[in-house]
């Protein structure tokens, strides 16, 4: 995967200016993840990775250990270990950006639920009959409020000319 290169390289550029050697990494990714097996599940927005495994792919890289979750998922540990959070064991992480997700801590460990995932709130079903969600399904609430809604949304309102800002 040519993004996996581009980390890789970038990865290996902070290894050269940091003292000591890389013992573990970790990465999160976009979507559903197979935090057991390391790789993204069947993920909507990235084509061409699904099952792709990650953390054994890097981790030959590296000659470490290297942990892979969803994104949302390490963005509420960080906030859990040093951010906002850092007082509380039990959070909430909602990232809205090119698709919606939750992180969820729960006593101070991330909270996967029975399948894994139980943050990924971005396809949840809003409407039976809303618009057409990257998954292919519709209605969702990525397919409302994700990336591509709010380019969607931005585009038809400066087109409509209702708005000076988005003229």
Do not use: Q
Not at 63 to 90: F, K, Q, W, Y
Not at 118 to 129: N, V
């Amino acid at each position: 995967h040519p993004v996996l290169r581009r980390v890789a390289a970038l990865a290996d550029k902070v290894r050269e200016e940091a003292p000591g050697r890389l013992v573990a990494a970790g990465i999160g990714l976009p979507g559903p993840v197979s935090f057991a097996e390391g790789m993204a599940v069947a993920p909507p927005i990235m084509p061409g990775w699904d099952r792709f495994n990650v953390r054994d792919h890097l981790g030959g890289l590296w000659g470490c250990p290297v942990a892979v979750d969803n994104d949302v998922n390490a963005m509420a540990l960080g906030e859990r270990h040093a951010g906002v959070a850092r007082s509380t064991d039990d959070l909430m992480f909602v990232k809205i950006g090119t698709g919606i997700g939750c992180g969820i801590v729960l006593g101070g460990k991330v909270y996967r639920g029975v399948a894994g995932t139980a943050g990924d709130i971005g396809h949840i079903r809003l409407d039976d009959f809303g618009p057409t969600c990257a998954c292919g399904e519709v209605g969702c609430l990525e397919a409302y409020f994700g990336g591509a809604a709010l380019a969607r949304d931005g585009l038809a309102l400066a087109r409509s000319g209702r708005s000076a800002h988005l003229a």
